[in-house]
């Protein structure tokens, strides 16, 4: 089987403020999360995580597996995508013309990415290596497999291990701490 999560709350999701690859921590709230996924979820079995470096998915992940014996594995490809200049502001959908709402809205037209940050492309190609580098060969082997990582990372693992369109990148919704099973 084949599961993913997106990490806790942290301080800059309560104030709508872009996180990307800002190193931001888990909140209160966003452990209380990972305390209430640990126990809602304790009787689903996983043999390994896999799990973004960031420290918010790297808290989400500690507290979800505590006293369980499941490696936790951390892979850079599963850091949450790059925003560049965009990284810490604040409503970007209030404002007007703001170029990474693109990604947020049409996401099939995020082909230049904003200053400093990564493309859709990009994205999709890391995950797709990590995908058949890694979750494939485990799942063949008949692994149960944790993703911890960040809501577009876990959007562009989910839209192509379901064969989605870029159009479908947001489908899932992915809300912070809910197991999604993908296989």
Not at 38 to 62: G, M, N, Q, W
Not at 142 to 168: M, W
Request: include cysteine; aromatic fraction near 8%; charged fraction near 30%.
């Amino acid at each position: 089987m084949l599961y993913i999560m997106r990490h806790g709350k942290t301080d800059w999701n309560a104030l709508r403020k872009i996180q990307g690859r800002t190193d931001i921590p888990l909140n209160d709230e966003g452990r209380r999360m990972a305390q209430d996924a640990a126990k809602e979820y304790a009787d689903v079995h996983f043999d390994i995580c896999y799990c973004s470096p960031l420290i918010r998915a790297k808290e989400t992940a500690e507290i979800l597996l505590k006293g369980r014996d499941v490696p936790i594995v951390f892979d850079d490809r599963l850091k949450e995508m790059c925003f560049g200049i965009y990284e810490g502001i604040e409503n970007s959908f209030q404002i007007p013309d703001c170029p990474v709402n693109v990604l947020f809205w049409n996401p099939e037209k995020y082909t230049v990415p904003v200053e400093g940050g990564e493309s859709m492309d990009e994205i999709l190609g890391r995950t797709k290596a990590f995908l058949d580098e890694v979750i494939e060969p485990g799942l063949k082997e008949g692994k149960d497999i944790l993703i911890v990582a960040h809501g577009a990372t876990n959007s562009a693992l989910t839209c192509q291990f379901k064969n989605r369109p870029v159009s479908e990148f947001w489908a899932e919704g992915i809300p912070n701490c809910k197991l999604l099973q993908l296989a």
